[in-house]
């Protein structure tokens, strides 16, 4: 077997510095062993015997330090909306365990938005975060909802066409320590599945309850917003911790302007910067356009929309619009969300829907106009749940 060649390096001194000493040979082809096998799996194994992290794990629990495997296994389960477009746009509603705050101006469906995530949730099983039909944890149960009402603007009427009253917790603070201590105590309780705060602009802060109106306490409400943003990622952080599982969390806020903004943005969140940080996804929900009756009396229905603004758990900055119904129709009722415009519009684009003329495909059905198509969504709840899932598989990433 032939030698490796040497390279000769002809400039190189001696260990003294010495350039009259003979030329080193250097190997211009090093030979690199590289250790082959799972040894950083073993080395983990090795870093939970140690008897440093074993004391670590028994005085801060068992999942104190946990592998990256078990955190690749996790499947993120999603709570639909109710809203279609929204859900579409979330890759199938809002991530289960996650932190997510609606803004917007007045009147824009940021509290309705809610009301519908919560009768959504209502028909789940808390244990395997699927539709009650298709539970297969053969553990069903009802989730824990609780609901903060911090503007004390709860109508149970209108609550009641959403979700029912009777399976939620619900609490009207009287100034924001109260709410984020009470709100801290259900997380770590571990017996809540989802809590929900409306809203942010709303939290008092005590000192400002107790000082004089005229008095200007500049920046209280977004400190003691802050200490409890920062108890509530503790406590979510706890109860991961404890048994795997963290609680939902859902914050509504309101959008105010800046005095004196000539260039730029003017819009800001009240509450200061923490609740942004904090939140895996806010959704900007826009103010509605109002379709009027013939008379001009009452309105039949209301356009409104959203932009994502942030997404921790999918895709940002992608927005749709949908429409509320507010009067009753022979397909609709008071509250529905008319989307099936919209599912006729994506189902068509990823050629679930075909055809022309006479002859129209959708779903492996056949149907004599497209206009039929909206309709049998409509009318048939099977046909469009059927539809909706088709669209949501297209949207969330392949694993």
């Known amino acids: 077997m032939a030698a490796k060649k040497k390279a000769v390096d002809t400039d190189a001194p001696d260990a003294g510095g010495n350039p009259d000493v003979p030329a080193v040979a250097v190997d211009s082809t090093p030979e690199i062993k590289v250790k082959k096998g799972n040894d950083a799996k073993a080395q983990l194994s090795a870093l939970f015997a140690d008897s440093v992290v074993s004391g670590m794990l028994k005085t801060y629990g068992k999942r104190a330090l946990i592998e990256g495997a078990e955190v690749k296994a996790r499947t993120v389960k999603r709570i639909p909306s109710g809203i279609f477009p929204l859900d579409y746009a979330l890759e199938g509603g809002w991530a289960q365990g996650g932190v997510h705050m609606l803004t917007g101006h007045k009147s ?4 309705t938005a809610l009301y519908s995530t919560i009768g959504q949730a209502q028909q789940m099983c808390a244990n395997c975060w699927e539709h009650a039909t298709k539970c297969g944890c053969k553990n069903y149960r009802e989730p824990v ?12 009427k209108w609550a009641s066409r959403f979700f029912d009253l009777d399976k939620i917790l619900v609490s009207t603070p009287e100034y924001a320590e109260q709410s984020l201590s009470i709100g801290e105590a259900l997380l770590r309780s571990r017996k809540c599945d989802i809590f929900v705060l409306d809203s942010i602009a709303f939290l008092t802060p005590a000192k ?3 000082e004089a109106i005229e008095k200007d306490l500049m920046g209280v409400q977004a400190r003691v917003l802050g200490k409890g943003i920062r108890k509530f990622t503790a406590a979510l ?8 599982r963290r609680p939902t969390v859902f914050f509504t806020n309101q ?5 004196g903004v000539m260039f730029g943005n003017p819009e800001t969140n009240p509450g200061g910067l923490a609740p942004g940080y904090m939140v895996w996804t806010e959704v900007k929900m826009k103010g509605g356009k109002y379709k009027m009756d013939q008379l001009g009396e009452r309105p039949l229905y209301a356009d409104f929309g959203f932009s994502i603004e942030k997404n921790k ?16 129709t022979e397909s609709k009722r008071l509250g529905d969300i008319y989307d099936e415009d919209f599912l006729v519009t994506h189902l068509e684009r990823n050629g679930v829907i075909s055809g022309g003329g006479t002859s129209w495909t ?7 106009k497209k206009t039929e198509i909206e309709q049998r969504l409509t009318q048939d709840k099977a046909f469009k749940a059927k539809a909706r899932e088709f669209l949501i598989q297209t ?5």
């Open 237 to 244: 952080n706890a109860a991961m911790s404890e048994d795997g």
């Open 255 to 259: 959008i105010r302007m800046k005095l």
């Open 395 to 399: 949207v969330q990433p392949t694993p």
């Open 208 to 210: 400002e309850i107790e």
């Open 313 to 328: 758990a999918s895709t940002a900055k992608i927005g749709y619009d949908f429409r509320l119904m507010l009067a009753e």
């Open 145 to 156: 909802i609780a609901y903060l009402d911090v503007e004390g603007a709860m109508d149970p």
């Open 362 to 368: 959708c779903l492996g059905e056949k149907f004599g």
């Open 108 to 111: 824009s469906f940021k509290t």
